[in-house]
C-alpha cells in the first residue's frame, strides 16, 4: 500500500501544480488600445470572467474583469474573447461575461461555459444584440398507440434561418442538419458570410479529435501477497526476472470538450515472475516445504483519463483508469519435499488446477510529464501504480498483484 499512497501523494502534488498560472503570449483591449504581453491561460468557467495580464515575464500581474476591459486573446491558440452584456437564465436582466469567439463577421457567434459546465452559444448580426441559441427537448403522447416519445424543439435552428435568409445557398434542408454543437453553428455561420462576401475578422480554428500513437516501454517491481485461508497464504514469495515491457499507447483528446482532460489507451505486454516457498507444514507426522513458481505474461488492456497541464514544452499530468489484463502464456509449477521418519519423496504437479483465473481487472494512476520537442513530437516518462484481482478465481484464496512501474515513450 506505500506505493499507491505515494502515488496518491504525487498526484496532489500535481493538482496543485495544475492550478498554477499559465501565460502565454496575447493582448487584451482597453479603451480601444491593444496592449501585447502575456495572458493567463485558464479553464472556460474562469476565462468567462475574469482576465489576467501582464506586459511581459516579470511584469507584475493585473487582473481585468469584463467591466474593464473590451476584449482579450491568446496569439498561437487564435482564441479571443470580447466583453458581452448577457442575458440571465431567468430573463430578469443582463450580467457582462467574456464570450468565447467562435466566429466573428456580419454573422458572429460567441460561446460560453455556464456555472453547471454546459455551452450555451449566442448569435449576433451587425454586432447587434445578443440572442441566445437554444433547444428544449419535451415528451409527447400518441393518441392512438399511448406510447411517449421524446421531441426535440430546435429554435435555434428558426433563428439562424430568419437571419441568413439574403443568402440562397442556405436551404431549409441545410439549416435542418445544423446542430447546436461549436463546430456546426461556426460553420454554417461561416458560409453565410461567404455568400454574401462579407469579411471575417476572426474564426476559431475548428476543434477535431486527436489521436496520437506512440511505442512504450516499461519497468516494473512486482509483489505478490494472497490472503485468505488457503495453504498458499502461508508462503513467502519474492519478484524474480526483470519485468521489462512495452507496447503501444494511444493518446486521444478532444479540444472542443477539454483542453486538459484526454483518454489514455494502451496495449501493452507484461511479465510477472514470482517463486515462493512455504516451509514446515505438518500432516500427522508427515512434514513438507513447498516451492511455488508462477511465470505468467500478460497482454494489458489499460484505459485512463489523463488531466495535463498544457503549458510550455514541460508538462506534468496524471492519470486515472482501469485495466484489463489476460494471461498469454503462464507457468505455474509446485514442488513439495516430504519426510516421513526416515523417508522422503519429492513430488512436482501444476499449481492452481481448476482455480487459475486468466483474465483479471485492476485499478491503476500514475504521474509524469511529458517534454515537447516540437508540436507533434514529445517524449514522457511517467510513474505509475496499479493492482490487480489476482489469477485465482477461489474465495479461500485471493493473488492480487502489486505493480510499481517506470513508462517511457516517444509520441511522433
Known amino acids: ?77 487564435k482564441k479571443a474573447f470580447e466583453s458581452w452584456l448577457v442575458p440571465t437564465p431567468e430573463r430578469t436582466g443582463f450580467e457582462r461575461f467574456f464570450l468565447h469567439i467562435l466566429i466573428k463577421g456580419k454573422a458572429s457567434v460567441y460561446t460560453l461555459r455556464d456555472e453547471r459546465d454546459r455551452d450555451r452559444f449566442y448569435f449576433s448580426k451587425d454586432n447587434g444584440e445578443l440572442v441566445e441559441l437554444g433547444q428544449t427537448s419535451y415528451t409527447r403522447k400518441d393518441q392512438t398507440s399511448g406510447k411517449r416519445y421524446k421531441v426535440l424543439d430546435r429554435a435555434f435552428q428558426g433563428v439562424l434561418g430568419s437571419a441568413f435568409v439574403e443568402c440562397p445557398t442556405i436551404t431549409e434542408k441545410r439549416l435542418s442538419s445544423v446542430q447546436l454543437k461549436a463546430n456546426s453553428l461556426l460553420k454554417i455561420t461561416e458560409e453565410y458570410n ?126 486515472l483508469g482501469v485495466s484489463y489484463s489476460q494471461v498469454i502464456r503462464s507457468k505455474r509449477v509446485e514442488k513439495s519435499h516430504s519426510t516421513f521418519h526416515s523417508t522422503s519423496s519429492v513430488q512436482e504437479r501444476e499449481a492452481l488446477v481448476g482455480i487459475f483465473r486468466k483474465g483479471n481487472f485492476g485499478l491503476l494512476g500514475g504521474v509524469g ?27 479461500e484464496l485471493r493473488l492480487p498483484i502489486h505493480s510499481l512501474s517506470v513508462m517511457t515513450g516517444f509520441t511522433f
Open 194 to 319: 461567404d455568400c454574401i462576401g462579407a469579411d471575417i475578422h476572426h474564426i476559431q480554428p475548428p476543434s477535431k479529435i486527436q489521436v496520437t500513437m506512440m511505442p512504450v516501454i516499461s519497468y516494473s517491481v512486482s509483489s505478490l501477497k494472497p490472503t485468505g485461508y488457503h495453504l498458499y497464504v502461508d508462503g513467502t514469495y519474492e519478484s524474480t526476472g526483470l519485468g521489462i515491457g512495452g507496447g503501444l499507447a494511444f493518446h486521444v483528446r478532444n479540444p472542443a470538450l477539454s483542453e486538459k482532460l484526454s483518454l489514455q489507451l494502451e496495449l501493452l505486454y507484461a511479465p510477472y515472475r514470482f517463486k515462493g516457498e512455504i516451509n514446515n507444514v505438518s500432516y500427522f507426522g508427515r512434514t513438507t516445504d513447498y516451492d511455488l513458481t508462477f511465470d505468467l505474461d500478460y497482454l494489458k488492456f489499460p484505459a485512463q483519463l489523463r488531466y495535463t497541464l498544457p503549458t510550455g514544452k514541460i508538462r506534468p499530468f496524471l492519470n
Open 369 to 395: 510529464v511529458s517534454y515537447h520537442v516540437s508540436e507533434h513530437k514529445a517524449l514522457f516518462v511517467e510513474t505509475r501504480y496499479e493492482t490487480a484481482e489476482g489469477f485465482s478465481h477461489l474465495r
Open 1 to 77: 500500500m506505500k506505493q499507491l499512497y505515494l502515488v496518491f501523494f504525487l498526484c496532489l502534488c500535481l493538482t496543485h501544480a495544475i492550478a498554477q498560472q499559465d501565460f502565454r503570449p496575447g493582448y487584451i483591449v482597453r479603451s480601444g488600445d491593444t496592449l501585447q504581453g502575456y495572458v493567463d491561460y485558464r479553464g472556460a468557467i474562469r476565462s468567462s470572467k475574469i482576465a489576467s495580464f501582464k506586459t511581459s515575464p516579470d511584469a507584475n500581474v493585473h487582473t481585468y474583469s469584463p467591466d474593464e476591459i473590451q476584449a482579450y486573446g491568446f496569439t498561437n491558440e
